[in-house]
């Protein structure tokens, strides 16, 4: 159980297109979703807490208009990255909890976005 | 402040012996700790948790001790197996499960 489906696994886009990446709890659901960003050979960082049905908190330095959120049920939460650059190219991965259960964060697979 | 990684040390042990991995954590407040397991290309796997009000806690092979003292938390692998090896991740949250901040990682190198 507590299973979070990230899709795309790995998108390639150009320089100044949009991608947007989805993350959807299957078997819970998650009224809060969370969204990290992983460089290579580095550790996992918190980009923005995503409520369902309310504006996301996003962390400092992490730009609210280039990265929407949007979490408009309690199994799917999007990130867009909005006209993206080649340094916005790494693994980002979402994660949710069961409200139910209380469980700890489950992790999706990630997205490896690479744009050239 | 937060813990952030900026590099990946490496643990390499003998498959079959224990392995130790050590993570320091900088938040007082944080009440709960999670270790998770991640290998190349995928999320980030729960391997075990543990709440403040305890030191140590036991899975299937695995330990987590915690040092509130000097804030200090520790994964004990016992009979490390080839399929151990990836990179592990203590993560730190205060006042819930929510908001996690993961600490800068070990790669755990298994070599038969």
């Known amino acids: 159980g507590a299973v979070v489906s990230q899709h795309p696994s790995w998108v390639i886009c150009k320089s100044g297109t949009s991608v947007k990446i989805e993350c959807r709890s299957l078997?819970?659901?998650?009224?809060?979703m969370f969204w990290y960003r992983q460089f290579p050979k580095q550790s996992l960082m918190l980009m923005a807490t995503?409520?369902?049905?309310?504006?996301?908190?996003?962390e400092q330095g992490v730009e609210k208009d280039k990265f929407l959120i949007n979490h408009a049920s309690l199994t799917l939460s999007t990130l867009t990255v909005t006209s993206a650059h080649p340094e916005d190219s790494s693994f980002y991965i979402c994660?949710?909890?069961?409200?139910?259960?209380?469980?700890?964060?489950?992790f999706g697979n990630g997205t490896r976005l690479t744009v050239t | 402040g937060e813990s952030v990684g900026l590099h990946l040390p490496t643990l390499s042990v003998q498959e079959g012996d224990n392995s130790i991995i050590n993570c320091a954590y900088s938040?007082?407040?944080?009440?709960?700790f999670i270790w998770y397991k991640q290998e190349s290309g995928k999320g980030p796997q729960f391997i075990i948790d543990?709440?403040?009000?305890?030191d140590k806690r036991q899975g299937q092979r695995v330990t987590v001790l915690l040092n509130k003292t000097v804030k200090h938390l520790s994964l004990q692998i016992a009979a490390t197996q080839p399929g151990d090896s990836a990179v592990y991740f203590c993560?730190?949250?205060?006042?819930?499960?929510?908001?996690?901040?993961f600490g800068a990682g070990t790669r755990l190198a298994v070599h038969p």
């Open positions: 994660s949710g909890t069961d409200r139910g259960s209380g469980s700890p964060l489950h």
């Open positions: 078997d819970f659901q998650a009224t809060t």
């Open positions: 995503s409520n369902e049905g309310s504006k996301a908190t996003y």
């Open positions: 938040n007082s407040a944080s009440d709960y």
């Open positions: 543990i709440r403040s009000n305890m």
């Open positions: 993560a730190e949250a205060a006042g819930g499960y929510n908001k996690l901040i």
